[in-house]
């Protein structure tokens, strides 16, 4: 395990080492730590890809923790970021930047080791399921599940995901081809082309066709080849075949997709008090929510169901929430949080053993709660770089707009305000939403900070482009974004 610890304070850092030390000769693990006293020199080494977990203070002179993890996040979106600090005031914020976990200082030494078990665990279980690849921006990581194809063009790799996402590489195709065809869902149609067979939607001749229309060529040498894999692929996999989102293949099973812009979520909860709490905090952020009084109940509805996230309770009647959180996972990947209002670490560490992403106590406010689903949804979802609608591409990675290739002059704030009036397209956003999310924590104002701002963008997007307006006012409600094949 890779691990970079930044700190400012020379007995935290050696402390900090000190612990890594112990796990590492405790758990017999490979620990490769390195320790940096201030967030700008680590930065200046960081490029991307050199670490699996980062140990970041909140408070340090100059460049303080947030920003610190700010940056990291757009080197590498797939590294966790745990955050460090002696009081609990910048836990929203910590989430608001993709933290894997929040701890307070000083470190409880149990907790620590219960986290890096975890992670421990998750990289194993990675090898097999997706792979690195050295972009010019950073690394990224690929899972192989939502991969449809690759192709070689001009001597530069690219991927191209199911949801239309691409990620381009300079480095030769032979150089991670070898981990596509030790599997039995890719195969070479071509010399330029490796395919997930599990995204092909018909099979021709000299091509395949996949589940967006894309027709990749199959030389005349691998048809039989071609052939044989996908009709074995087919024929071992049968009806539970784990296909990607938005690459169905045909006669495969499927459960119901979930509607645009809302996720699905399970809250196991005997409490009618609390769930009716929950519930409200959750819908009133466009979610779809299914209660479930016990884990029988859950576990039967979870085998007709898809779900983003699940909430658990812990005491609940019956198998307890430890235990149903261990059955779960065997019929689904999706990101399990314990809802408790045991506070005990040790119930915590149970929780982390068991399987659960996160542990949050009842007494949590409601900001800081939906902060948490709603970061460890977007992270075990689809991890998004762009977002497109006709000529506006939204570059989620470096946080700038580009309209007919054209990069718009927008501000952190608009840039903010415009991606999170996209993610739900046909949602009205009041004034109060778009305050509480882009300026959170501070006093409401009665809507004259979001009114400045959101005709400050409107005037910028109108003036790129005045045969469309991307962004609506909706009288006496709000302001909601329009795309354009709406």
């Known amino acids: 395990m890779r691990i970079a610890i930044c700190d400012d304070d020379e007995r935290e850092l050696h402390r900090l080492a000190q612990l890594l030390t112990e796990y590492q000769w405790g758990r017999g693990k490979s620990v490769d730590c390195h320790r940096y006293s201030n967030g700008t020199d680590f930065l200046c080494e960081m490029r991307g890809g050199e670490y699996d977990l980062v140990l970041l203070d909140v408070l340090m002179p100059g460049i303080n923790g947030i920003q610190v993890a700010r940056e990291v996040r757009q080197r590498d979106q797939n590294v966790r970021i745990i955050l460090l600090s002696a009081t609990p005031e910048f836990a929203v914020e910590s989430y608001s930047v993709g933290a894997y976990h929040y701890l307070l ?13 975890k992670v421990d665990r998750e990289l194993t279980a990675q090898d097999g399921q997706g792979f690195l690849l050295k972009k010019r921006e950073g690394v990224v990581r690929i899972d192989f599940a939502r991969l449809a194809y690759v192709e070689v063009m001009n001597k530069t790799v690219i991927c191209h995901l199911t949801d239309g996402v691409t990620h381009e590489t300079n480095d030769a195709l032979a150089d991670f ?18 395919v997930n067979l599990s995204c092909i939607q018909a099979m021709e001749a000299g091509f395949v066709v996949t589940r967006n229309g894309q027709h990749i060529p199959v030389s005349r040498s691998r048809r039989k080849q071609v052939w044989d894999s996908y009709m074995r692929f087919v024929h071992e996999a049968g009806a539970v075949v784990p296909v990607p989102d938005g690459c169905r293949a045909e006669g495969l099973a499927d459960k119901k997709q979930n509607p645009e812009g809302s996720w699905r979520i399970l809250l196991v909860d005997d409490d009618q008090a609390e769930r009716t709490l929950w519930m409200a905090v959750l819908q009133d952020h466009g979610c779809v929510v299914q209660p479930a009084q016990n884990g029988r109940e859950a576990l039967q509805m979870m085998g007709g169901e898809s779900y983003d996230c699940v909430l658990l309770d812990v005491m609940i009647p019956g198998e307890n929430g430890f235990s149903i959180c261990e059955k779960m996972h065997e019929l689904a990947e999706v990101p399990i949080i314990f809802l408790s209002s045991l506070t005990e670490t040790d119930s915590q560490m149970k929780g982390f053993m068991a399987g659960g992403i996160d542990y949050i106590t009842k007494n ?12 460890h949804i977007k992270l075990a979802g689809s991890k998004r770089t762009q977002l497109c609608f006709g000529p506006l591409l939204l570059d989620l990675t470096r946080h700038r707009a580009l309209l007919h290739e054209e990069e718009l002059n927008l501000t952190p704030v608009e840039f903010s305000i415009l991606w999170y009036l996209s993610e739900r397209t046909e949602h009205v956003y009041t004034p109060e939403e778009i305050f509480d999310r882009i300026w959170s924590g501070q006093l409401w104002d009665g809507g004259q900070t979001v009114q400045t701002h959101m005709s400050r963008l409107r005037r910028k997007l109108d003036k790129a482009w005045d045969e469309h307006h991307f962004i609506e006012a909706v009288w006496g409600q709000g302001y909601r974004f329009v795309p354009v094949n709406r």
């Open 105 to 117: 200082k000083p470190i409880d030494t149990d907790l620590l080791f219960q986290l890096l078990d």
């Open 177 to 194: 081809e070898e981990k596509f065809l030790d599997r039995a869902d890719f195969v070479r149609t071509h010399r330029a082309y490796l």
């Open 364 to 375: 949590t406010p409601a900001s800081l709660f939906w902060a948490k689903v709603e970061t």
